[in-house]
């Protein structure tokens, strides 16, 4: 049988844009936002696992393979795919035709975050030279500053559940479009399981901007040896 | 009684690709009356509520009891059968509107063929010709027949196309109802020898890769056929035939 390479190219595409919001782009969100978590442990906790992260070998290689390529796909996909549909979920009003806009918007809110966020710690730290155990000091001297201003919070705030909600209706349609869900009660249950992940995550994201709110606390470098 | 009205506000077109514009009719009011039989009063006295004279308003219908779909427009901004939509529970003044995803053929009727072509390219049907005898059917279980008479009350309306925001006039979305009669037909047993063309003809541009999970379809479905589950199966058959396509061909 022969059949256009177009539409398998098609099909891998739209199956890897699938793939990528979960591994690694979603995996990576559940890890940064439990990483930084710590810091609502302490400040100590939280620059041990920054020294931790910024001293493994190759961490550029592994942040552009896992993480910079992946999420662009995800986010170049994720616009054409915003561009192909068009919501109308004001004539028809039911929950899931507006869980399907959000999903849209969440996604191109969390782009426009994530350049921003971006912008103020790795570009900053890159920018700067900041490597091994001077990142630390320099990341969290910026963040106790960012979240000192009520704009700061309202971004981080509006950011982080963008990221939560976008991952964990997210989570849902993948295990829909890739039939692991098939049901009816299989899909509402699945619904209700994603959204208690999703008001987790929401929930270790917004404590920690509230830590740093509230415990701007300045650190040294950690001495090697 | 006998000098209440029914207003209705209807979107006309002369011949496809012209401009649409809006008439206003006024029909007498009988109980129970339906859009169909509205629309009959109109052809009968093409007057707008203006008072002038116009060609009479086209319209299609068939079976006048929701099983052919050839009656489907929007009425009052959603899409559903106008001979099961009865005058007492819509709000005046009465919005008809041809469905907006298929070309106008004229006024409100509208060219489906798009819907038949996906039918064609998914091969929602069962070869049971040869050139020799092919011997008797398998057995189907029971549970897979009552499952498959649900799907197969498909009417090839168009409602859950209309209301999908992954489908538009434009691109190659071939949308639910295509996708249930895949699931259908690969349920059967003699069906299922096609199942991999019918997969593979799903898995392009405008394939199951394209549904956005929206569920609109299913809401809007006036036959109540389950279209996510079955979305979400092809789905899953889909997923199965592309790794193996990857390993074994
Ligand atoms: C924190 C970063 C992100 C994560 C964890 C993430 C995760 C996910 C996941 C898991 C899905 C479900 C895939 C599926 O439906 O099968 C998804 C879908 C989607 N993502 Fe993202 N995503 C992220 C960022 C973005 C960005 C920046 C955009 C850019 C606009 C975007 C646009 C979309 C769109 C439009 C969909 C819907 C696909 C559909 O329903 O067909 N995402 N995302
Ligand atoms: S689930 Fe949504 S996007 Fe998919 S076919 Fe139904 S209405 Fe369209
Ligand atoms: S699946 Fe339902 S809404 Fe869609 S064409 Fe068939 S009967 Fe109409
Ligand atoms: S005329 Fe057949 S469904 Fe309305």
């Known amino acids: 049988m022969i059949k256009p390479a177009k539409d398998e190219i098609h099909y891998i595409l739209l199956k890897l844009h699938s793939l990528t919001g979960i591994v690694p782009v979603g995996a990576f969100l559940v890890i940064h936002l439990s990483i930084n978590s710590l810091r609502t442990v302490g400040v100590w906790p939280f620059q041990l696992a920054i020294d931790a992260l910024n001293n493994l070998p190759f961490l550029i290689l592994i942040e552009i393979g896992f993480i910079y390529i992946p999420l662009l796909f995800h986010s170049l996909m994720g616009f054409y795919i915003i561009h192909v549909g068009k919501t109308n979920m004001f004539r028809y009003r039911y929950q899931r035709n507006w869980l399907y806009t959000m999903q849209r918007l969440t996604g191109a809110i969390t782009f426009l975050f994530l350049i921003y966020h971006m912008g103020t710690t790795v570009g900053a730290k890159l920018w700067e030279g900041k490597h091994q155990f001077e990142a630390a000091p320099f990341l969290i001297d910026i963040l106790n500053g960012e979240f000192q201003t009520w704009q700061g919070i309202l971004v981080y705030t509006i950011g982080i559940f963008s990221a939560t909600f976008h991952f964990s209706n997210g989570v849902w349609g993948f295990c829909v479009s890739w039939g692991i869900l098939i049901g009816k009660n299989a899909q509402r249950n699945g619904a209700i399981v994603f959204a208690a992940m999703g008001i987790g995550l929401t929930f270790l994201g917004l404590a920690t901007v509230l830590e740093f709110n509230m415990n701007p606390i300045p650190v040294e470098a950690t001495v090697a040896g | ?249």
């Open chain 2, 1 to 249: 009684m006998t000098d209440k009205k029914i207003n209705f506000k209807i979107k006309r077109q002369d011949k496809p690709g012209l401009p649409s514009y809006w008439q206003n009719f006024q029909v007498p009011y009988k109980p129970f009356a339906n859009i169909i039989s509205c629309l009959m009063e109109i052809q009968r006295n093409p007057t707008t509520k203006a008072g002038i004279t116009v060609a009479p308003v086209t319209w299609d219908c068939n079976c006048l009891e929701e099983v052919c779909g050839s009656c489907t427009m929007v009425i009052n901004g959603k899409v559903r059968q106008a001979c099961t939509a009865l005058v007492d529970n819509l709000e005046q003044p009465i919005a008809l509107e041809p469905m907006s995803k298929f070309p106008v053929v004229r006024d409100l009727q509208v060219n489906r063929s798009r819907m038949f072509e996906n039918l064609k390219k998914v091969k929602a049907w069962i070869d049971i010709d040869g050139s020799h005898d092919i011997g008797e059917g398998a057995i189907m279980p029971d549970s897979d027949r009552a499952k498959r008479y649900v799907m197969s009350e498909c009417m090839t309306c168009g409602c859950c196309l209309e209301a999908c925001p992954q489908f538009s006039l434009n691109n190659s979305f071939m949308g639910a109802a295509t996708f249930n009669q895949v699931r259908l037909f690969n349920l059967h047993p003699a069906g299922s020898m096609n199942k991999e063309e019918r997969l593979d003809a799903v898995m392009g541009e405008g394939g199951i890769t394209d549904c956005g999970n929206a569920q609109v379809c299913v809401e809007v479905c006036p036959k109540n056929i389950p279209l996510t589950e079955s979305i979400a199966d092809i789905g899953r058959q889909t997923s199965w035939q592309f790794i193996k396509n990857l390993l074994v061909k």
